[in-house]
């Protein structure tokens, strides 16, 4: 049975990726920073749960040494948001962000490095709006348009472990929830701006990372999940 650690699996599409992986078989461990909701999650689907913080390093190297039996995949959906412009940055902020979706990521690559199997992978989160400038997005923007170049050269450096990344567009993930009767307004409006016609379900991401946990001849790459809102002018 191979193992996967899914960090920032306690909540959203990291949990949903974690119950698909339970449900197909494999030996899930949610990895999230409140070791609590990870514990509820991890009885409900039949899974363990690690304490993983990517803002705190010690955090990642107690984890790596918790499963240094061995682990076939990791795939990572923390972030950071600091939504703001440039003139409104926060210093403490703007580098939690980086860390969540750029350093974390490479440390993670640092301490479980030695506990990856060779055939194994790892999957980043990027998002669209690293391709798609807009006010009020420049972190967001930077740090997912960021991991598609971590992805490629962390792909370099652990080979022939694979890494990869996903980026989802504006997906119906529990996220938006949030905003309330707002919240049908904007899903619609992201689904005029695909080609397809429709926003994303939380269905598209997983079933993409599922994909890539078992192709193994994809490694470096980004795998775009959003309807081509990429490609299409406002």
Do not use: C
Not at 3 to 32: F, M, N, Q, S
Not at 77 to 93: I, N, Q, W, Y
Not at 149 to 175: I, K, W
């Amino acid at each position: 049975m191979e193992r996967i650690l899914v960090i920032g699996g306690a909540r959203a599409l990291g949990a949903a990726v974690a119950r698909r992986a339970a449900k197909d078989g494999y030996d899930v461990v949610v990895g999230a920073r409140g070791l609590a909701a990870a514990d509820v999650l991890a009885r409900e689907i039949g899974a363990t749960a690690v304490r993983v913080d990517l803002q705190d390093e010690s955090t990642l190297a107690a984890a790596a040494e918790l499963l240094k039996d061995g682990i076939d995949h990791i795939v990572m959906t923390g972030s950071a948001p600091h939504d703001v412009r440039a003139t409104e940055l926060d210093r403490d902020k703007l580098l939690a962000a980086f860390t969540a979706k750029v350093v974390g990521p490479m440390l993670v690559a640092k301490h479980f490095a030695p506990v990856l199997r060779p055939t194994g992978s790892m999957v980043l989160f990027s998002g669209v709006v690293g391709w798609r400038p807009a006010l009020g997005s420049l972190v967001k923007g930077v740090t997912n348009g960021a991991v598609e170049y971590a992805a490629r050269h962390l792909a370099a450096d652990l080979a022939p472990v694979r890494v990869n990344a996903v980026s989802p567009g504006v997906v119906d993930s529990g996220t938006w929830d949030r905003l309330g009767d707002e919240k049908t307004g904007l899903l619609g409006k992201s689904a005029a701006g695909t080609f397809v016609g429709r926003y994303g379900e939380t269905d598209d991401v997983v079933d993409t990372v599922m994909w890539l946990l078992g192709a193994g001849f994809v490694s470096g790459e980004t795998i775009h999940i959003e309807g081509g809102a990429r490609h299409k002018s406002a």
